[in-house]
Nanobody, 120 residues
Framework: VQLQASGGGLVQVGGSLRLSCTAS????????MGWFRQAPEKQREFVAT????????YYARSVKGRFTISRDIANNTIYLQMSDLRPEDTAVYYC??????????????WGQGTLVTVSS
């Protein structure tokens, strides 16, 4: 069982990036999935999550209105569209899957992370 995250990179302040996370098994279509991030010397924190159906989403206050989470059930993939990026968004972004929708750590499955660097 694997979650493969991609799409990170270097972007300037105010720019945009789209992260993707693909699950290796179709069974993940029944899981809530989400994004977390960890900045250097900081704890991992919640960013956004989406229910298995895509009908429910939650966002951290720091990204609400700038980030959008979505999922393509047929392709076992979730996305995180990030806009108006700020230096404080610099972090390794991890996707995660859980049987219940979560806004805290504790997901059963984690991807390997993709680095987002926002340059000023």
């Amino acid at each position: 069982v694997q979650l493969q995250a991609s799409g990170g990179g270097l972007v300037q302040v105010g720019g945009s990036l789209r992260l993707s996370c693909t699950a290796s098994e179709p069974a993940f279509s029944n899981y809530a999935m989400g994004w977390f991030r960890q900045a250097p010397e900081k704890q991992r924190e919640f960013v956004a999550t989406i229910s298995w159906s895509g009908g429910t989403t939650y966002y951290a206050r720091s990204v609400k209105g700038r980030f959008t989470i979505s999922r393509d059930i047929a392709n076992n993939t979730i996305y995180l569209q990030m806009s108006d990026l700020r230096p404080e968004d610099t972090a390794v972004y991890y996707c995660a899957a859980s049987q219940i929708i979560r806004t805290t750590l504790g997901s059963e499955y984690w991807g390997q992370g993709t680095l987002v660097t926002v340059s000023s």
